[in-house]
């Protein structure tokens, strides 16, 4: 595997000759990529990064994204078409900056579009939009969803119909200053021996805008059945969880992010807990890492991003797609983006 250093001692020109996948697309930057199955075709809900002139900081102001985009493929192998704004930040009653990592689900014939956004003081919450279209234009609810809070929203669509949104992220995004869904400005990680925060999850009512119950914190163990300890930077949960399920598991997997990979961690059911298995994507270019992981046309694939396009810039990312392989007991083979 290349390491995070290694990556950022490679000439640009060598890594992007080694990448597995091109960007989807070049003409705007994009990251964060939820890919989902809507009308048979594949659409990606990314983040639209921009240079908005913010300095860098640990609070990562400079992701200071305003919109989305919505693309769509007609496979993973296919084109992707921008389908232009979906939705903007002046459009959010609620929100003020940073349009962060968003994801979408339907029901009943009308799309809805989850995103994370500071409101004028400072603070992340989850939002939703609600369109009749998988690319909208989605209109914002007038508030955030009571109860939500941090970033990066993620759904799974269960089989008996429940949907489930997971969330929450480190530093910038803001989980390590809750306790019990209560915000406390002295609140921080635990200690490294302590169990690590988990991303939280809960059940939507079936209008899909409002938590049919409060968010429950996530629990990853290790192979021993012990929680994963805060001081586990190679494992621990960061930010970007992702669900999706195989052969009737759940699979957990997020960004394990100041150590840069992408892991995954497996369970019986959308509450946990999961135990931690192994890594599905090892680092890329640029700080963040964030994917998706969708079943299209009866095989897998793996959405991802990494800042090749942008010369390295971490806040200037592209998305890119790959296939992504389970073995015959349902381990998820790891993912070189720039070969092994
Ligand atoms: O794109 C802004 C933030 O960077 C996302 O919310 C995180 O997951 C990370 O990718």
């Not at 635990?190 to 991303?199: F, Q």
């Given at each position: 595997m290349?390491?995070?250093d290694?990556?950022?001692?490679?000439?640009l020109?060598?890594?992007?000759?080694?990448?597995?996948?091109?960007?989807?697309?070049?003409?705007?930057?994009?990251?964060?990529?939820?890919a989902?199955?809507?009308?048979?075709?594949i659409?990606?809900?990314?983040?639209?990064?921009?240079?908005?002139g913010?300095?860098?900081?640990?609070?990562?102001?400079?992701?200071?994204?305003?919109?989305?985009?919505?693309?769509?493929?007609?496979?993973?192998?296919?084109?992707?078409?921008?389908?232009?704004?979906a939705?903007?930040?002046r459009?959010?009653?609620?929100?003020?900056?940073q349009?962060?990592?968003?994801?979408?689900?339907?029901?009943?014939?009308?799309?809805?579009?989850?995103?994370?956004?500071?409101?004028?003081?400072?603070?992340?919450?989850?939002?939703?939009?609600?369109?009749?279209?998988?690319?909208?234009?989605?209109?914002?609810?007038?508030?955030?969803?009571?109860?939500?809070?941090?970033?990066?929203?993620?759904?799974?669509?269960?089989?008996d119909?429940?949907?489930?949104?997971?969330?929450?992220?480190?530093?910038?995004?803001?989980?390590?200053?809750?306790?019990?869904?209560?915000?406390?400005?002295?609140?921080?990680?635990p200690?490294p021996?302590?169990?690590?925060?988990?991303?939280?999850?809960a059940?939507?009512?079936?209008?899909?805008?409002?938590f049919?119950?409060?968010?429950?914190?996530?629990?990853?163990?290790?192979?021993?059945?012990?929680p994963?300890?805060?001081?586990?930077h190679?494992?621990?949960y960061?930010?970007?969880?992702?669900?999706h399920?195989?052969r009737?598991r759940?699979?957990?997997?997020?960004?394990?992010?100041?150590?840069?990979?992408?892991?995954?961690?497996?369970?019986?059911?959308?509450?946990?807990?999961?135990?931690?298995?192994?890594?599905?994507?090892?680092?890329?270019?640029?700080?963040?890492?964030?994917?998706?992981i969708?079943?299209?046309?009866?095989?897998?694939w793996?959405?991802?991003?990494?800042?090749?396009?942008?010369?390295?810039?971490?806040?200037l990312?592209?998305?890119?797609?790959?296939?992504?392989?389970?073995?015959?007991?349902?381990?998820?083979?790891?993912?070189?983006?720039?070969?092994?």
């Amino acid at each position: 595997m290349t390491s995070f250093d290694d990556l950022g001692a490679t000439p640009l020109a060598e890594l992007a000759a080694r990448a597995i996948s091109p960007p989807l697309v070049t003409h705007i930057y994009t990251a964060d990529p939820s890919a989902r199955v809507f009308e048979g075709k594949i659409y990606v809900y990314p983040s639209h990064d921009i240079d908005a002139g913010i300095a860098f900081n640990d609070n990562g102001d400079h992701f200071g994204m305003q919109d989305y985009h919505v693309l769509r493929m007609d496979s993973p192998q296919a084109g992707a078409v921008d389908c232009g704004v979906a939705l903007h930040v002046r459009d959010v009653p609620w929100a003020e900056r940073q349009m962060w990592a968003p994801d979408a689900a339907t029901r009943d014939g009308r799309y809805y579009l989850y995103f994370p956004a500071k409101r004028a003081d400072g603070i992340f919450q989850i939002g939703v939009a609600i369109a009749d279209r998988p690319e909208g234009p989605f209109k914002a609810e007038p508030r955030p969803i009571e109860g939500s809070y941090s970033i990066d929203p993620a759904l799974l669509a269960d089989e008996d119909g429940s949907h489930y949104l997971y969330f929450g992220g480190l530093w910038g995004g803001q989980l390590q200053k809750y306790r019990d869904n209560t915000y406390a400005a002295d609140n921080d990680e635990p200690a490294p021996d302590e169990p690590a925060l988990g991303p939280r999850v809960a059940r939507l009512g079936a209008d899909m805008t409002q938590f049919a119950e409060p968010p429950r914190e996530v629990v990853i163990l290790d192979q021993d059945g012990r929680p994963l300890r805060a001081g586990d930077h190679d494992r621990r949960y960061f930010e970007g969880p992702w669900m999706h399920r195989y052969r009737g598991r759940y699979y957990l997997s997020y960004s394990t992010g100041n150590t840069h990979c992408i892991c995954y961690a497996v369970g019986d059911n959308p509450y946990g807990p999961f135990t931690w298995q192994g890594v599905v994507l090892t680092p890329v270019l640029g700080w963040t890492s964030h994917h998706s992981i969708v079943e299209f046309g009866g095989r897998w694939w793996l959405y991802y991003h990494d800042a090749v396009l942008s010369g390295g810039v971490t806040h200037l990312r592209s998305i890119k797609v790959t296939e992504l392989h389970h073995d015959a007991q349902g381990r998820i083979a790891t993912v070189h983006p720039y070969g092994a």
